[in-house]
Every structure is written in C-alpha cells, then in structure tokens.
C-alpha cells in the first residue's frame, strides 16, 4: 500500500508545536521567578540603604554590594547584574499584572518588553492603570502589533499632549557619530519620527530601483550589494553630493530616476483634529505602522502635500469603515483597501498598506472576484508564503481573514477600527424620592 510521507508531516509539526509551547510556558514561569528574585535583591539592598539614611554615594553601594554578590555567583559584570535587578524592581513594582501573566504564559518576555518600554514614559502614578490595561489589551496580538496599541494607550494616560512632548522632544534633535571597529562608525540622527520613517522609505524605495536595474540588465558580478549595503551607499551618496552617484538609470549629465522618488507614509488624522487646529487636546494623529503623530506635524504634512486624502467615513460606535472618497479619481477599491486594512493583514505583521500588495483572497485564477470582499493587503514576504506554504485563508464579512495554519490551527485577522467618533456611556440612576427604596443593584 502507498503511503504519502507528507500526509504525516502536520501531525509531527503539530507536536513539536505543543512541545514549543510546553517549554514555553515553563520557561516564562521560570523566568518570572527569576525577576522576582532580582527584585527582592533590590529590595534587601534599599532597605539597608533606608536604615542607613545616609548620602546617596553609600546608598548606591548597598545596591551595588547586592549586585555584586549575585553577579560573581554568576560569573556576571555588577553593571550587568545591577541593571537586571534595577529592571526586575520596576517589573515587580510598577507592572504586576504584566509579570503575572509572564509567569502564566499568557504573554511572551517580547510582550513584556513591549509594554514596559511603551510604558516607561508614564508617570509612575499612572503605571498600575496602564499594567492592567496593557494586559487585557495584548490578548491574541503579536508584540509588533501591540506596540501600535498601547503607544495611543499611553498617549491617553499622559498628563499632557503629544504636541508638548513633541515641540518638547524636536529641541534634542541632533546626528551623532559612534565609533565602531575595523574602520566603521554609526551615524546616528535623532530626528521626529515622521522625517525618519520618510527617510528609510525613501533610501528602500531607490535600494530596490538599483536591484531592478541590475536584475534587468543580467550582467552577473556587475553589482552584488545587498539592500542594506545600498541603503548605506545612498544615504552617503545623497549627503555627501546631493545626487545619488549609485543611479543606474542615468543615461546622460541630467539626473536620472532615484532622484525623483520620494519618501512615502501612511498617516490616519481625525477630521477635527486637522479642520480644528485651535481645539484643545485634538486626538492625535496616527502613523501607520509606528504609532502616534502629534496634531501639529499631522496638520502641516496635510497642508504641503499636493497629494488627495482619501475621506474615510466610519461608524460612529464601532468603528468600522463605511465609505470612502475623494475629489480626486482614483480606483475606489484601493482607496477602501488603504482605509480598511492599513497595513498587512497576516497575523502580527505591521507593515503598513502603502507598502503592500492587494491580493485576491481566493485566487482571481481560480473563479475569485476582483472585489472588496475578495481582496485584501499582504506584503511581499506573506503573499509568498500564502502561495508557496500550506497556510490557507478565507475571508469573512467585514474584511476578516480567518487564517488555517498547517496543522489545522486557526487565527482571526481583523481590521483594526477606527477610534469611535462618539462615545456613549450610561446615564446616572435617578435619585430616590423621598421614602422610595433605592434600586438594587
């Protein structure tokens, strides 16, 4: 009898699977015991440190005289070992909930990582409503996605506005050189995110011309530069002569195609945030894929660009896109896409929808309509693995994608809402009258 070996290959996957998540969870159970343990370190060391009640230079040896102790017994630098305790104190102090759910398996030590760093700009005082938050919220995301999340979580519990961290934040903008090895350094630009993520749009944009170019003109040998190596080449040849020498497209003095591309970003801004430039506390904008955008860039990107917005109407409870238009003709379903979807619709990817490829949900080749209900963003690496892996997809009303992994697993992929425009909450019970029962509860 013929027995096909790839009819056996989900069940052996499917158990090394459960073995991964096995382990897993030992693994953050084990961890987390060891972040308390830290922490209670940490805590032995400031308790001599109050006993002492002296200047802070012996106080900071108590905790390093800790540190110290637990770092040679682990053959570890007391630098290293007081950062791992200084980071566990504010793990077990400020984000409970986060640990617990560590320890639970619940969450990832990325998920963790993820929160405490979004996190760490807040206010202490505002930390215990943020943990419990983060933690409902990270349910069933991917530690990419939940970044997005909880950076206009955050933005929320922050005692002032993005506008006044930002012009804040503009004023320590600066480029800087760290020396590395074997002739190397790093330049380094602090920057608003908005020009920074513009940037590296554009240096991939005019990378992947040079890689066209040189596929197309066949000669092996003649270019072998990666597409980080051409990033790097471009930037320095942009900056050191203004026109990238890199071109291939260049045929005669005049300039050739790099030096027309520019950069590309996705931005979301809330209509009286951009009609409404006098209104207090605007919502922030959003930039697909990164986060949070401060009503002031937003507003001033909206007015230099030549380019149309697309008008997205949502429902004003849920969220979800109803319409979309503009004043210009452009293709109706790519507008509702963009507007719907945002960025790659595979479980946990981040990449935003400018930067993706619309594909047919079931293939065009195979019956599938050119439809909204038939189409959805993916990008270049998992339209390849929805065509060339044995993961499935079907879409479901309202733009779900309901992905089957090999061994028959499945994952909901749902278009992230808008921010509800209105926000309805119940009225307050009206008072008893005079000799009336109060209302059980």
């Keep these: 009898m013929y027995s096909d070996p790839s009819s056996a290959a989900p069940a052996g996957l499917s158990a090394v699977l459960a073995e991964v998540l096995r382990t897993g969870t030992e693994l953050a159970a084990a961890e987390a015991a060891r972040i308390r343990a830290l922490a209670a370190a940490g805590h ?8 002492r009640r002296e200047h802070a230079r012996a106080s900071e040896m108590a905790l390093r005289e800790v540190a110290s102790e637990l770092a040679a017994a682990e053959c570890l630098s007391d630098r290293t070992m007081q950062s791992q305790i200084s980071h566990a104190m504010t793990l077990v102090d400020d984000y409970p909930q986060t640990l617990a759910a560590w320890e639970a398996g619940v ?3 990325a998920h963790v990582h993820a929160i405490i760093d979004v996190g760490s700009p807040l206010p202490v005082e505002a930390r215990e409503e943020f943990d419990l938050l983060a933690v409902a919220t990270a349910d069933g995301l991917s530690p990419g996605r939940l970044r997005s999340r909880l950076a206009a979580l955050a933005e929320r519990l922050q005692p002032t506005t993005l506008s006044e961290r930002h012009r804040r934040g503009r004023e320590a903008r ?9 002739g190397m350094s790093d330049l380094v630009a602090t920057m608003p995110t908005v020009l920074a993520v513009g940037i590296y749009d554009r240096l991939t944009r005019q990378a992947r011309a040079v890689i066209d170019a040189r596929d197309e003109a066949s000669e092996p040998g003649s270019d072998e530069r990666t597409m980080a190596q051409l990033r790097a080449d471009i930037l320095a040849d942009v ?6 020498d890199a071109d291939p497209t260049r045929t005669d003095d005049g300039p050739g195609i790099l030096g027309g591309i520019r950069a590309r970003v996705q931005v979301v801004v809330p209509a009286l945030t951009l009609l409404a430039p006098e209104r207090e506390n605007s919502d922030p904008a959003e930039l697909v894929g990164h986060g949070p955008l401060d009503a002031d860039t937003a507003r001033a990107l909206a007015e ?8 997205v109407i949502t429902h004003p409870v849920s969220g979800a896109v109803l319409h979309t238009d ?8 790519d507008r509702f896409l963009r507007a719907r979807d945002r960025r790659c619709r595979w479980p946990g990817c981040t990449v935003p929808a400018v930067r993706a490829e619309v594909d047919h949900t079931h293939d065009y080749a195979l019956g599938g309509p050119t439809d909204v209900t038939n189409l959805a963003h993916l990008c270049q690496r998992h339209h390849s693995q929805k065509q060339f892996t044995r993961w499935r997809v079907r879409q479901l009303p309202g733009g779900v994608l309901e992905w089957t992994s090999p061994t028959g697993r499945t994952y909901t992929d749902e278009p992230l809402a808008y921010s509800p425009a209105v926000r309805f909450v119940p009225d307050d019970p009206a008072p008893p009258e005079p000799g009336e029962e109060p209302a059980p509860f």
Excluded: E, F, K, N
């Excluded at 400031?46 to 006993?51: E, F």
């Excluded at 900056?239 to 990238?244: G, I, W």
């Design 44 to 51: 032995l060391a400031l308790d001599v440190m109050t006993d």
């Design 239 to 244: 900056l050191l002569t203004a026109a990238p």
């Design 326 to 333: 503009t004043y210009h003709r452009t293709t109706a379903i």
């Design 174 to 182: 600066c480029v800087r050189i760290v020396s590395g090895q074997d």
């Design 107 to 109: 969450i990832t030590r």
């Design 304 to 311: 230099a660009t030549s380019l149309p917005w697309d008008r």
